[in-house]
């Protein structure tokens, strides 16, 4: 069954497995481990990688908690803290924004959204310490 959320239609159902494949050769494999990354490049990497994934959606419920721990397991790769999503709270349509953009292969809007994310959370854990 293909699926779609607010007009937009995610990839088609049996396309799903192929894509996912093409996922870990292109994005996975190029973008982690995330051990030796700077900032920028890491919020680069965490936007592509997460944008991809929400556009496949492989799964009917649970892409967006499932795509926020794959990019939190890329930020603990690269010794940062556990990415705190709290900035996005009231940016849902900035986010969404974000991702159409990302499907046409500008990622610039979600990458400046992960490096704010990395900075919120920089910012928590030097409070938490």
């Given at each position: 069954?293909?699926?779609g959320k607010g007009g937009f239609q995610f990839a088609a159902a049996h396309l799903i497995?192929?894509?996912?494949?093409?996922?870990?050769?292109?994005?996975?494999?190029?973008?982690?481990?995330?051990?030796?990354m700077n900032k920028d490049e890491l919020s680069e990497a965490l936007a592509i990688c997460?944008?991809?994934f929400i556009i496949i959606h492989p799964y009917r419920e649970g892409n967006?908690?499932?795509?926020r721990l794959l990019v939190t397991v890329m930020a603990l790769q690269a010794r940062m803290p556990a990415l705190e999503f709290a900035v996005l709270e009231n940016e849902k349509d900035r986010y969404i924004g974000a991702i159409h953009a990302g499907h046409s292969g500008d990622y610039a809007s979600?990458?400046?959204?992960f490096?704010?994310?990395?900075?919120?959370?920089?910012?928590?854990?030097?409070?938490?310490?």
């Open positions: 069954m293909n699926m497995p192929g894509l996912m494949v093409d996922f870990e050769k292109n994005y996975l494999s190029r973008y982690t481990p995330c051990d030796n997460h944008v991809e967006g908690r499932l795509g979600m990458t400046q959204i490096s704010e994310i990395l900075d919120f959370s920089l910012q928590q854990a030097s409070v938490n310490d």
